[in-house]
T-cell receptor, first 113, second 111 residues
Framework: DAGVIQSPRHEVTEMGQEVTLRCKPISGHNSLFWYRQTMMRGLELLIYFNNNVPIDDSGMPEDRFSAKMPNASFSTLKIQPSEPRDSAVYFC???????????FGPGTRLLVL | QKEVEQNSGPLSVPEGAIASLNCTYSDRGSQSFFWYRQYSGKSPELIMSIYSNGDKEDGRFTAQLNKASQYVSLLIRDSQPSDSATYLCAVPNTGGFKTIFGAGTRLFVKA
């Protein structure tokens, strides 16, 4: 089992640019989560998908953030336009059923200059 | 009050000692509780889950749950330097589909 796959692993961009983060959940899992982790705020849930449908996006900080899950094996998190305060590690996680054990991907380290 | 609270530490214990990590939560309806370990620069990984009051043991790890006190703890016996990491308490809420993570406790095990 390859685990949760995220790309890119590192991203450095300039303020105002569009950033797209990608995630492939574990095959067979029907729940997918996007988290953001910073020293100041810890691990924050941004959005949760169940069976490819967004269930809870209350954690998405503002309209600059959007997420999609076009099929069971792929999800994207997009930031447009990016700002320096978006610099963080973004994790994707998947689980069999929403509140059960979540398996985290390696994360994407985003730095917005 | 935060939904899931942990002492941020750092907690420092000598090798071979027992490390005790604590977590309190606010949602009385929560039914499942998880401990994740996160090494520096890595992603969180599940080490223990507990659903019923009492103790649950897995090797050197013991999770303790007291729903009346809304308290869950993790004990690490015979602590090793390799246990040095941040430990995250995670509690799914009953009102929706969200798992709330605590801020984490940094543990240092000194050789």
């Amino acid at each position: 089992d390859a685990g949760v796959i995220q790309s890119p692993r590192h991203e450095v961009t300039e303020m105002g640019q569009e950033v797209t983060l990608r995630c492939k959940p574990i095959s067979g899992h029907n729940s997918l989560f996007w988290y953001r982790q910073t020293m100041m705020r810890g691990l924050e849930l941004l959005i949760y998908f169940n069976n490819n449908v967004p269930i809870d996006d209350s954690g998405m900080p503002e309209d600059r953030f959007s997420a999609k899950m076009p099929n069971a094996s792929f999800s994207t998190l997009k930031i447009q336009p990016s700002e320096p305060r978006d610099s963080a590690v973004y994790f994707c996680a998947s689980s069999w059923q929403g509140l059960e054990t979540q398996y985290f991907g390696p994360g994407t380290r985003l730095l917005v200059l | 009050q935060k939904e899931v609270e942990q002492n941020s530490g750092p907690l420092s214990v000598p090798e071979g000692a027992i490390a005790s990590l604590n977590c309190t939560y606010s949602d009385r309806g929560s039914q499942s509780f998880f401990w994740y370990r996160q090494y520096s620069g890595k992603s969180p990984e599940l080490i223990m889950s507990i659903y019923s009051n009492g103790d649950k043991e897995d090797g050197r790890f013991t999770a303790q749950l007291n729903k009346a006190s809304q308290y869950v703890s993790l004990l690490i016996r015979d602590s090793q330097p390799s246990d040095s990491a941040t430990y995250l308490c995670a509690v799914p809420n009953t009102g929706g589909f969200k798992t709330i993570f605590g801020a984490g406790t940094r543990l240092f095990v000194k050789a």
